[in-house]
């Protein structure tokens, strides 16, 4: 898959890419905060974190990004529900699941690191497969 960003978009990017870092780390505490006790506001907040995530992967059309943060959005859906307790397997379910973004997150930030330094002039892509960023092209045809 790719997508078309304009040179202005870099900064924009790169805003998605400070963000949802921060998100993440945000989202890692909150899901070992909750295996140590489990408390539903702790779960809303990680939840609302994850919503923020997707949205903003969402709405660049970031669809790697975007999927895999819907995929734990809707399993905690499921944990606000009763439908999962709190256990290590869970918890670890939802860890790799960050994993994933932290790394879907830092290969798109890599990208746009390399493309600041060398900004492109017109229209550029970003090609991506369902697990990541795997290379930038300059120029959009």
Known sequence: ???VFEPDDLEILQGIVEES???L???EEGILKLEAEFDSEQLDAVFRAMHSVKGVAAFLDLTP???TAHSLESFMTDMKK???SVTSEITDILLKGVDILQLQIRQLG???KKLEANPPREKFKLSL???GFQEFIQEAE
């Open 25 to 27: 780390d945000g989202i």
């Open 110 to 112: 890599e990208h746009v």
């Open 1 to 3: 898959m790719k997508f």
């Open 82 to 84: 009763g439908l999962y």
């Open 65 to 67: 990004i975007k999927d």
């Open 21 to 23: 870092s921060e998100h």
């Open 129 to 131: 497969n369902e697990h």
